[in-house]
């Protein structure tokens, strides 16, 4: 049988190539807007906006998003927006990986030389993700991963992400050149999807561990620093679409309220309910806090427990009910996972001895459960 990392990459191929579902802007070069997009000229899709500490949807009514990420790349199946649709979930957390280490070399998007700094066949598979949950209308958070660029402690290394003007392992904070071509990626997404429905939030870069180490972070000011030199770009193509940021430390839901951003308005924040933390449902008050205290909205973009867990299920069944009595959203890490056996955060996993997709039933249910 062919090893789960050969599965991986054929679903990836896949993917791009259009196998089961052709991606929207096959056979027109990688920079060209897709076919089913507005005219340029066009009246803008309707966004989300923000109210104080609610999110509305179009209509101005105060809207819970609740949904799945689907977060490892090339793992999205073509009836998974309708499935998703069909359970409840109103959102869906959809990823770029540019530049970082993500094992087997078929995950990085990044291609300097390409329009957008994105590898073509990366770019017709995240064409594709957003176009079947736009068609299904879920609202899109969209984010671009990059484990050099965000300082990650396990997988910045020289070794994978080059050196920085410092002689460190090279991020966004120490190499320029990278920074700005990041930028640049945003600012191509921006425009390219600036007539695409149901593009919910810019999630510009998760968990970033700027100013981090083993023994905690040094400048919990780092990550909005950085953040607040992005914005600008990403504002000036579109000041309507709401932006996801938070704090350093992997998005350390405890300091949420370093990410604050005064001043800066369109902005929702994030921290994480992840593994151990999603044991910790009194977590929900560092958010339930800022949230009372800025009087800005909160969404937790990964909340997620394994369901090899001793009590998983009560303990996935505390923390989304929580976040339900606190009203805020959240999408589940994740939907759709390749080699966990069954055994990790997703009800759906690609099983290495036979290729196929699985479902544990069970778990598929009480996740799903949450989302109405």
Not at 54 to 65: C, E, H, K, N, R
Request: charge should be negative.
């Amino acid at each position: 049988m062919p090893s789960a990392r050969a599965i991986a990459s054929a679903v990836l191929l896949a993917s791009a190539v259009g196998v089961g579902c052709a991606p929207p802007d096959a056979g027109l070069p990688p920079d060209a807007a897709p076919p089913d997009a507005a005219p340029l000229d066009a009246a803008p899709p309707p966004r989300l906006s923000l109210r104080g500490p609610d999110i509305l949807d179009p209509s101005g009514a105060p809207i819970v998003l609740r949904g799945w990420n689907w977060g490892q790349w090339g793992a999205m199946q073509p009836q998974d927006a309708a499935d998703n649709a069909a359970q409840g979930a109103n959102v869906v957390r959809i990823p770029l990986r540019w530049w970082g280490n993500w094992g087997d070399g078929t995950i990085d998007a990044r291609q300097d030389s390409a329009p957008g700094h994105i590898a073509p066949a990366h770019l017709a598979a995240l064409d594709e993700m957003i176009a079947a949950a736009s068609a299904q209308h879920l609202w899109i958070d969209l984010f671009v991963d990059s484990n050099c660029g965000q300082a990650s402690l396990e997988n910045d290394t020289i070794a994978a992400c080059g050196t920085g003007d410092d002689g460190l392992a090279a991020s966004f904070l120490n190499d320029p050149v990278a920074k700005q071509k990041f930028v640049e990626v945003w600012q191509f997404l921006v425009q390219r999807y600036a007539q695409t429905p149901s593009i919910g939030m810019y999630e510009i870069l998760p968990e970033p561990n700027f100013s981090c180490g083993p023994n905690g972070c040094a400048d919990w000011s780092a990550a909005p620093t950085f953040y607040g030199s992005v914005i600008p770009a990403i504002r000036a193509l579109d000041p309507r679409t709401p932006i996801l940021v938070g704090p350093t430390g992997a998005y350390e839901l405890r300091k949420i309220e370093t990410a604050y951003l005064p001043g800066v308005d369109g902005v929702i924040y994030t921290g994480n309910l992840l593994d151990a933390a999603s044991r910790k449902p009194e977590l929900v008050a560092a958010a339930t806090d800022f949230r009372a205290a800025h009087g800005v909205p909160v969404f937790i973009q990964q909340v997620g427990v394994r369901q090899s867990d001793t009590d998983a299920s009560a303990i996935a069944d505390t923390i989304l009910s929580r976040l339900a009595a606190a009203g805020i959203g959240w999408t589940w890490w994740t939907y759709r996972e390749l080699k966990s056996n069954g055994v990790g955060f997703a009800p759906y996993w690609l099983n290495s001895g036979d290729g196929t997709w699985h479902v544990n039933a069970a778990w598929l249910t009480l996740l799903g459960g949450k989302l109405r």
